[in-house]
Structures are given as C-alpha cells and as structure tokens.
C-alpha cells in the first residue's frame, strides 16, 4: 500500500471512529449521526439513475438526499449511499461543474444553465464519478469502512442448491478475505 493510500486511510479511519457507531448500527444509524455531525437531516433513497451515475447527493434548502440507483443489488446501493456519506462526513468540496456535466448527460437538449438556475441547483448538487481524485479514493475508503461496521438489514439471499451450492461452498471461504492481523466478525 502507497504512503498516499495509507496517510488517506489513516484519516477515514479517524473519521469513521469518531461517529461511535453502536455495535448493530445500520445505514438508518449511520445517516443519523452524519446528520449530527453536518447540521441538516440525511435521508437516502433509490430512484432510476439511467446507468448516468450510481449515486449522488442532492442538497435542498433544508436537508440532503443521498440517492442510488434503483437498478442495482441492495449490497450495491447501500456502498453507493455509504459512498455518499463518505464525501459528506470527509468535508469534500462539492463541484458545480459536475452538477451541470450530469445536467447534460441526463437532459442533453437543456439548457444546464437556465435549469440550475430555475431548480435552484448550484454548488450543492453533485455526484462523484473518478476514483482517480483523492476526494473519490477517500470516499470508497470511508464506505468500506462504514461496511465492516454495519448490519446493512439486506433480505436474505436465497437458499442454494445444487452446482450454485458448491460453488459458494468453495469460493466463499477464499473471497472472505481479512487483512493481516484483522479478526473476522461472527
């Protein structure tokens, strides 16, 4: 691991620890204390994002939305939404040149401008999409470590039979992989 990755991990874990997740936290707990700690309620939902994006944050006058994309797994969205609230509880800067680049992807006959303007959308309308920026990279830490602490409260997966039994049999054991040093959760 770089010396980069490592001073930027150091930093999200410091962040992660000071929300003092409670151990059955889930994404509901997590929202709230991110609330707590930005001043203004976060709520998530999941809306049909047409393959643009898979997650944004949307800032109204009052309260923030984190949204995903309705067309993924429930795994997937909850680490889009954990995403999200990596950039908020990071204090990343949000980028109005992104809100209008999503503008224009999803509605490329408007006017981006006119729109922000009437929607009243500025610089708190945003969605991050290169990992290669170090707001991104933190982010994706942030998230990863939020999903080592919570109990996402997913359906369960259905029962396996058969060939897909054995292969999860197999695999399953080998993709559990804890770091060095690291004790599994039970």
């Known amino acids: 691991m770089s010396r980069k990755i490592r001073k930027a991990r150091k930093r999200c874990e410091a962040v992660v620890a000071e929300l003092l997740l409670p151990p059955e936290a889930g994404l509901e707990e997590v929202c709230d204390l991110v609330a707590d700690r930005v001043g203004q309620p976060v709520h998530t939902l999941t809306m049909p994002l047409g393959g643009v994006a898979s997650g944004m944050t949307i800032l109204l006058e009052r309260e923030l939305w984190i949204c995903a994309d309705q067309d993924t797994s429930a795994w997937h969205q909850v680490h889009v939404q954990l995403h ?23 509605t490329p006959s408007l006017d981006t401008g006119v729109a922000m303007r009437h929607m009243g959308i500025g610089p708190a309308f945003w969605r991050h999409h290169a990992y290669d920026k170090p707001a991104e990279m933190e ?10 602490r919570i109990s ?24 559990q992989h804890t770091p060095r040093g690291a004790q599994r959760r039970a």
């Open 84 to 106: 999200e609230l990596g950039h908020l509880l990071m204090g990343h800067e949000k980028e109005p040149a992104v809100a209008e680049e999503a503008l224009t992807l999803w």
């Open 139 to 148: 982010a994706e830490i942030v998230a990863s470590l939020l999903e080592e």
């Open 152 to 175: 996402p409260h997913l359906a369960p997966s259905p029962a396996l039979h058969g060939r897909a039994q054995h292969i999860a049999a197999t695999l399953g054991p080998v993709l």
